[in-house]
């Protein structure tokens, strides 16, 4: 395994450091003042778009792209570095086109959409013209265990018919959301993995009506994380994705690499809360001391970088693998990070805010609105504990059993 970045990799790390710090840095201030005001989205982002674009920073995410499909073509490898240096600004990814839940979509579009699918929702979600959501979590079911969702996709004729409850819909509220992906069963008597079926409904659809946007954690996020009901919504059959049957698998495709896009932003994050950190504890005395020269705070920066690194190299390791083998067969790597790296973004929050006392709690750093999406993190994408299960059960089907007597001393009689 190789880690070092590609010259291509480099070139654009610098040239994605020189935007954040000539366009997005400075614009932090304006962005929060525009999204306190209720202006969404803020004035700028199209601008900013159009720029990202110009200077060849757009869809970094996507590996292998058609020559009709706009991007860098970068392995999950190279866009690592450059996913991380995203994650230090929540709102920085939209900018170059790389945030979920478009990511994603556009992957699953990219991968299984028919040539009529592609021309009416790839191709604007690639130019960035639009925006989207995926539709499968339900408040009613442990969703975490995709067969459990009960939204139904009936066959009528030309047509499917969808009825159902969704939730936490990311990306549902903001304005530009013009299409979902709704995941489903098309038949309940299937086998288990073959109840499910996805199917595209455009966003102005009769019958799909937002509930609510929820806040999480008390932070109200504009894009939303909205409550859905589909009643009767009606859709062409040539809106199915796939074929019948195929939502788990496609389920499956589509979360792999979007699961470990998080948790480069995760690192990232992390690293912005440290670097706060290190500053404040060097502004700051008590009893006659900076906090930086006090040992429990400088624990908290040795560990910080200790869980940081850790975490990176685990991320890497992911990207790597998913490049060589895919998905699938990376499906322990990717779990393992997908539990690691939200930890280790809350952790190292949690002591930027510690180091900042009050202030850290408040809107005037972006700790704490950090602090909430890592925890949000721990569900997303399946949460810890179903990692974890997936983790154990792999590790015991590896083992190798009897292996323990070559280090194990029998008793003496």
């Known amino acids: 395994m190789d880690f070092d970045h590609s010259p291509r990799t480099e070139e654009l790390r610098q040239k994605l450091m020189t935007f954040m710090e000539t366009h997005i840095y400075p614009r932090i201030p304006a962005h929060k003042a525009e999204i306190e005001a209720g202006q969404f989205p803020v004035s700028f982002m199209e601008d900013l778009k159009a720029l990202a674009k110009a200077e060849g920073l757009w869809n970094l995410f996507l590996p292998s792209l058609r020559d009709d499909e706009p991007g860098t073509g970068l392995s999950n490898l190279e866009y690592a570095p450059l996913a991380e240096i995203l994650g230090q600004v929540s709102w920085a990814s939209e900018v170059f086109n790389c945030n979920a839940p478009d990511t994603g979509n556009m992957e699953l579009l990219h ?38 969702i009960t939204t139904s996709i009936r066959r009528d004729g030309d047509d499917y018919v969808i009825n159902g409850r969704k939730w936490f819909i990311t990306n549902a509220c903001h304005p530009n959301c013009k299409v979902l992906i709704v995941m489903g069963k098309t038949d309940p008597n299937a086998e288990t993995h073959k109840q499910q079926s996805m199917i595209i409904v455009p966003r102005d659809t009769p019958g799909v009506e937002i509930v609510r946007n929820p806040t999480i ?134 002591r930027a805010m510690q180091a900042f006392g009050a202030m850290g709690l408040t809107p005037d750093t972006p700790l704490a609105d950090s602090y909430t999406w890592a925890r949000a993190l721990r569900y997303a994408d399946g949460p810890d504990e179903v990692h974890m299960q997936s983790i154990a059960k792999m590790e015991i089907k590896a083992s190798n059993r009897g292996r323990s007597a070559i280090w194990l001393t029998p008793p003496q009689r």
């Open 111 to 148: 991968m299984f959409a028919t040539e009529q699918q592609r021309k009416e929702w790839l191709v604007p979600l690639l130019n960035g013209e639009i925006r989207s959501a995926f539709a499968m979590t339900e408040p009613d079911v442990a969703s975490s265990d995709a067969t459990n």
């Open 217 to 350: 954690l008390n932070m109200h996020d504009p894009e939303g994380h909205a409550e859905i009901v589909f009643q009767n919504v009606r859709v062409p059959a040539g809106n199915l994705l796939g074929e019948e049957g195929s939502g788990f698998a496609l389920a499956q495709a589509r979360l792999g690499p979007g699961r470990i896009h998080h948790c480069m932003r995760s690192i990232g994050a992390a690293e912005m809360a440290l670097d706060l950190m290190i500053e404040r504890l060097q502004e700051r005395k008590t009893f006659g001391k900076y906090l930086s020269e006090q040992g429990v705070t400088r624990e908290w920066i040795a560990r910080s970088r200790l869980e940081i690194e850790q975490a990176r190299l685990l991320t890497l390791k992911a990207a790597w693998k998913i490049d060589k083998v895919g998905a699938k067969a990376a499906r322990k790597e990717i779990s393992l990070i997908k539990v690691v790296a939200p930890n280790v973004h809350a952790t190292v929050t949690d």
